[in-house]
């Protein structure tokens, strides 16, 4: 299945070589389908990260230097390797990660685009100059790579979340560690593998891969670094917090892409096909495992029941099983612990009175599916509203007053994404006005592309990757003040 370097099983790509742990410690990769093992990779810790940041810091100068056309040409034939290899990697990540090999292939091409998009980023760096009056001065403003970047992600989108910080990086001409999550290394790495046969330099960028345990080791190792001058992180808000502390001591400069609870709020006037379509998509996708999937579904009370019988119908329909199998349109969750969490929300729903329409169970055909799932009378003392599922949990709130439904949906300290849906175009941009969001989208469940700015407000993270916003986040701006020559000297 894997036809990327065989030479990097049990091993990991740090100074443009395929090496493995220091100790020679491996763990296993496994198939969230069923459970077997795809690969052995390398169990990394301190020493290994400290080499990666040692390459990356010898591997800046040069590649800061390369001309903007040279590494946007590298980018270039990096996205086309990816498109070239869609199908391969595809089937990779549903191995790794299980969602339907469409999804998968869909999320390579949707990388591929990123690259190309930082590509062309690379090019249109410009700097500005302004006068400084009272200093008979002329100031230049500058953009300059930030330096060695530390990039740590997630396994819910294993190439997505990669691409979305590592492109931008580079184009902006600065070297990358990344760290990406245990649960997915294997696409970290078959990227990796692309770059290097694109051309990138030794050094620019370099993975180091560990286990949960070793997480902490290579990120404190990576935050306590004088030489790592940026954190581009995507993950949880806990984790996210644990390391705006470690970054302190050494200042950096942060990216944080962290978790949601996303309110999508059906108006009196809403279309409710085009509403439940909007459900299905933005929240069953990917088994419901993304950070913009709604969490709390506020329905008006006039089209409540209509709406709550349209979803649980399309919803029972959803075909579960493993993504390699064509049929298949939603996939297992992506470890034990996923499941747990999904149960227990479902749980505790019920026990405070919600009502289960369809699902609420591990399903088959192995441990860790969960049946697609719709709740009805959702209420605001249940988990389910103020905690982030990241599973095929619809959960039904009931509204009748459109201020107590806005007031309820800024009732939350994430604020990554919003959904509205109503006819009226005009009335619904009014409420998404008033909703407390990096992003929201109106009659319209897809909020993601390379042009779109990405992130959120309050604890959901700080900065936006995507779009010419995502190149600054690798760039500081330098002014140089150039005094002029007195006309009388
Ligand atoms: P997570 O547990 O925070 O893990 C994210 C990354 O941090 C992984 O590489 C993980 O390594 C690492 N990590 C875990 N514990 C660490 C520690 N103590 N110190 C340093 N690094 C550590 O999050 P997740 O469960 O993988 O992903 C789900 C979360 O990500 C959700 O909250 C979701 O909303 C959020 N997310 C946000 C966005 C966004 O763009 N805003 C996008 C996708 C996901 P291991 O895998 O080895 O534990």
Known sequence: MWKFATEAN?????????????????????????????????????????????????????????????RAAILETWAQLLRDNAEDLGELMTAEQGKPLLEAIGEIMTSADYIDWFAEEAKHV?????????????????????????????????????????????????????????????????????????????GVLNIVI???????VISKTLMDSTDVEKLSFTGSTDVGKLLIGQSAKTV????????????????????????????????????GQMCVAP????????????????????????????????????GPLINQKAVDKVQHQVDDAVAKGAEILCGGHVSQPGTLF????????????????????????????????????????NDTRYGLAAYVFGRDEAHAAEVAKQLQAGMVGINESMLIDEAIPFGGVKESGIGRENSHFGIEEYQEIKSTIIKKKSPHI
């Open 10 to 70: 049990g091993k990991a790509f740090i100074a443009g070589q395929w090496q493995a742990a220091a100790s020679a410690a491996t763990f296993p990769v496994t198939n969230p389908a069923d459970g077997s093992v795809i690969a052995n990779v390398p169990n990394m810790g301190a020493k290994e990260t400290q080499d990666a940041i040692a390459a990356a810091h010898d591997a800046f100068p040069s590649w800061a230097a390369t001309s903007s056309k040279d």
């Open 126 to 202: 410009h700097g500005e100059t302004a006068d400084a009056p009272s200093q008979n001065a002329t100031v230049q403003i500058s953009r300059e790579p930030i330096g060695v970047v530390a990039a740590i992600t997630p396994w819910n989108f294993p190439a997505a979340m990669v691409t979305r910080k590592v492109a931008p990086a580079l184009a902006a001409g600065c070297p990358v560690i990344l760290k990406p999550a245990e649960d997915t290394p294997l696409i970290a790495l078959a990227l990796a593998e692309l770059a290097e046969r694109a051309g990138l330099p030794a």
């Open 210 to 216: 560990g286990d949960r345990a070793q997480a902490a």
């Open 252 to 287: 950096k400069k942060l990216a944080l892409e962290l978790g949601g609870n996303a309110p999508l709020i059906v108006l009196e006037d809403a279309d409710v096909d085009v509403a439940v379509k909007g459900v299905l998509s933005a929240k069953f996708m990917n088994a």
């Open 295 to 330: 969490n709390r579904i506020y329905v008006h009370e006039k089209v409540y029941d209509e709406f709550a019988q349209k979803l649980t119908e399309a919803v029972k329909d959803i075909k579960v099983g493993d993504g390699l199998d064509p049929n298949t349109q939603m």
């Open 370 to 409: 969960f049946e697609p799932t719709v709740l009805k009378n959702a209420t605001p003392e249940m988990e389910i509203k103020s905690q982030e599922t990241f599973g095929p949990v619809a959960a039904l709130f009931k509204f009748r007053e459109e201020a107590e439904v806005i007031t309820q949906a």
